[in-house]
């Protein structure tokens, strides 16, 4: 498991953190609006080293446009790529059929980001049952296994399409 300091996230995010676990962080906007972000270990396609990324709004109504809640998200990622080792997977929630847009405003996120260039960004897309699934894998170009990576990520995202 990687580890993640609330203490060091709570340095530089405009909102407060709290730690609910190793894995999960939780913070509320201005507007009341909660929010989960968690890192679950994923051996989907790598053996170790790979973590899952989930936002989750936990409460609140539909929310207004909220700079502050990107910043946070990205702090909490930063966070967690101050580790060389560290591999992020980010899978579109397919439930409303919105996943192009969740894509479209993941990869933003992840472009305004000063240090994108340090990162490399690879998303494939599979289909499965007739759904689209978008996902995205998200890792230091130093990473030391960054081609292993990324290969074994291409190859499961072609054996489990089924379109």
């Known amino acids: 498991m990687i580890f993640i300091s609330a203490d060091k996230i709570n340095l530089r995010a405009p909102y407060r953190v709290k730690q609910v676990d190793d894995s999960v962080f939780a913070f509320t906007t201005k507007h009341?609006?909660?929010?989960?972000?968690?890192?679950v270990a994923d051996v989907s396609f790598f053996d170790e080293g790979v973590y899952q990324f989930f936002l989750t709004k936990t409460s609140g109504k539909k929310g207004r446009k909220d700079d502050d809640i990107s910043e946070t998200v990205k702090v909490i990622i930063e966070e967690f790529f101050a580790h060389e080792e560290a591999v992020m997977l980010y899978i579109c929630d397919t439930a409303d059929g919105r996943q192009a847009s969740r894509d479209r405003l993941f990869r933003a996120w992840f472009y305004s980001f000063e240090e994108s260039e340090s990162f490399t960004l690879h998303t494939e897309g599979m289909m499965i049952d007739n759904v689209r699934y978008l996902s995205s894998?998200?890792?230091?170009?130093?990473?030391?296994?960054?081609?292993?990576?990324?290969?074994?990520?291409?190859?499961?995202?072609?054996?489990?399409?089924?379109?």
């Not at 009341?32 to 890192?39: E, H, L, N, V």
Request: charged share 10%; net charge negative.
């Open 137 to 163: 894998i998200l890792l230091r170009n130093d990473h030391p296994l960054y081609l292993q990576v990324l290969g074994a990520f291409h190859n499961f995202t072609i054996e489990h399409n089924e379109g």
């Open 32 to 39: 009341g609006i909660s929010y989960t972000a968690s890192f």
